[in-house]
């Protein structure tokens, strides 16, 4: 028996061939022997034979709400009509695999819409960061427009500071470098790009991020350490995904640490080498800590303890997490303050 599948998509491409046009009746259609097609058939489709290469035929159509999602075309190169026990038994098959087609559709689509949450939301922190990165940007600007000044004046000397020149010029190449590294970072977060592996340095990601919101960790008066490990190993990893991962936890902390009044304001986040090899982060706030009844639901979609929050953010950096291999969890501390930890596997 020689058998061929067509998928939806493969239903569009062959439109108009013989499988096609019989799918389109919604029935299995069984033809015991194609050389002498004849009646409605005949004037259905006015086919040879001999183009189809069988002499039996069975197609059977993939319906879903009466509408055609794909159709499985058997077929005998010499007449052996197929029984009704083995068209009964294609007809279960096609069932199945009308339900298999529907799955994997809504998974594809399912996929699609955890992207373009992860999208908004990244947009969504990186909004309520502007002002805190417009700072960060303007800051290289200002200075390399003083050493620029600074350069002019020593090139007007008679005779001319050629060695002053020549380092006011090169902080005003390294300013401008720092702006540019700022205006990258945000491009690469706010950028819609499918997901790519790649071999990352973690610590590396780690500080890119810190740079990002160190103007807004200022504003709210919060000390930022790190603690990196130095034998960390490279994991590989979608680095604007794991990026999107601390932008989420590190404005988080910040953000919980705003309201505090009394002690200080303190972020901690460091990386330690884990076995089996992987990497475990963690990133330890001050603030006012955890509520035992949020934690359960910390990582629901749409659970807030914020008042003006989607509930998306620690949802999407889970997911994120778990489809790298890794874990993301939250513990209380004490006296005060929340501790987000997650691991991921090393490449």
Same mark, same amino acid.
């Given at each position: 028996? +020689?058998?061929?599948?067509?998928?939806?998509?493969?239903?569009?491409?062959?439109?108009?061939?013989?499988?096609?046009?019989?799918?389109?009746?919604?029935?299995?259609?069984?033809? *015991?022997?194609?050389?002498?097609?004849? %009646?409605?058939?005949?004037?259905?489709? /006015?086919?040879?034979? +001999?183009?189809?290469?069988?002499?039996?035929?069975?197609?059977?159509?993939?319906?879903?709400?009466?509408?055609?999602?794909?159709?499985?075309?058997?077929? &005998?190169?010499?007449?052996? @009509?197929?029984?009704?026990?083995?068209?009964?038994?294609?007809?279960?098959?096609?069932?199945?695999?009308?339900?298999?087609?529907?799955?994997?559709?809504?998974?594809?689509?399912?996929?699609?819409?955890?992207?373009?949450?992860?999208?908004?939301?990244?947009?969504?922190?990186?909004?309520?960061?502007?002002?805190?990165?417009?700072?960060?940007?303007?800051?290289?600007?200002?200075?390399? &427009?003083?050493?620029?000044?600074?350069?002019?004046?020593?090139?007007?000397?008679?005779? *001319?500071?050629?060695?002053?020149?020549?380092?006011?010029?090169?902080?005003?190449?390294?300013?401008?470098? &720092?702006? /540019?590294?700022?205006?990258?970072?945000?491009?690469?977060?706010?950028?819609?790009? @499918?997901?790519?592996?790649? +071999?990352?340095?973690?610590?590396?990601?780690?500080?890119?991020?810190?740079?990002?919101?160190?103007?807004?960790?200022?504003?709210?008066?919060?000390?930022?350490?790190?603690?990196?490990?130095?034998?960390?190993?490279?994991?590989?990893?979608?680095?604007?995904?794991?990026?999107?991962?601390?932008?989420?936890?590190?404005?988080?902390?910040?953000?919980?640490?705003? %309201?505090?009044?009394? %002690?200080?304001?303190?972020?901690?986040?460091?990386?330690?080498?884990?076995?089996?090899?992987?990497?475990?982060?963690?990133?330890?706030?001050? /603030?006012?800590?955890?509520?035992?009844?949020?934690? @359960? &639901?910390?990582?629901?979609?749409?659970?807030?303890?914020?008042?003006?929050?989607? %509930?998306?953010?620690?949802?999407?950096?889970?997911?994120?997490?778990?489809?790298?291999? /890794?874990?993301?969890?939250?513990?209380?501390?004490?006296?005060?303050?929340?501790?987000?930890?997650?691991?991921?596997?090393?490449?």
């Amino acid at each position: 028996m +020689v058998s061929q599948v067509w998928s939806s998509f493969q239903v569009l491409v062959e439109k108009g061939s013989l499988p096609d046009r019989l799918a389109a009746r919604r029935l299995p259609t069984h033809i *015991p022997d194609m050389t002498v097609i004849e %009646g409605d058939l005949l004037d259905d489709f /006015g086919i040879p034979a +001999v183009t189809t290469g069988f002499r039996t035929s069975l197609v059977v159509p993939l319906l879903k709400d009466d509408e055609i999602v794909g159709i499985i075309s058997l077929g &005998r190169k010499q007449v052996q @009509p197929f029984t009704e026990k083995q068209i009964s038994l294609f007809r279960d098959f096609a069932a199945q695999a009308t339900i298999a087609l529907e799955i994997t559709r809504r998974e594809r689509q399912y996929r699609e819409m955890r992207s373009e949450l992860a999208h908004a939301n990244r947009v969504a922190t990186m909004g309520q960061l502007t002002a805190s990165l417009a700072h960060e940007i303007k800051q290289p600007i200002a200075t390399a &427009r003083n050493n620029a000044a600074a350069a002019l004046r020593f090139l007007e000397k008679s005779p *001319p500071d050629v060695a002053e020149v020549s380092e006011a010029l090169t902080c005003v190449v390294n300013d401008a470098d &720092r702006a /540019g590294d700022v205006v990258d970072r945000i491009g690469s977060l706010i950028k819609k790009t @499918p997901p790519r592996k790649e +071999v990352v340095d973690l610590n590396a990601v780690v500080l890119e991020v810190t740079a990002l919101t160190r103007g807004e960790a200022v504003k709210a008066g919060v000390t930022v350490s790190t603690q990196l490990a130095d034998d960390s190993p490279r994991i590989r990893c979608d680095r604007v995904q794991l990026q999107q991962v601390m932008l989420n936890l590190i404005v988080n902390a910040i953000q919980s640490m705003s %309201g505090v009044e009394d %002690g200080d304001r303190e972020l901690h986040i460091s990386t330690v080498s884990i076995d089996p090899k992987g990497v475990r982060v963690a990133v330890r706030d001050t /603030g006012p800590g955890l509520r035992s009844q949020s934690l @359960p &639901r910390l990582f629901e979609p749409f659970y807030t303890t914020k008042p003006d929050g989607m %509930g998306m953010g620690l949802s999407i950096c889970r997911s994120i997490i778990e489809a790298h291999g /890794g874990r993301l969890w939250a513990t209380t501390c004490e006296p005060r303050g929340a501790l987000f930890q997650f691991t991921i596997r090393a490449d």
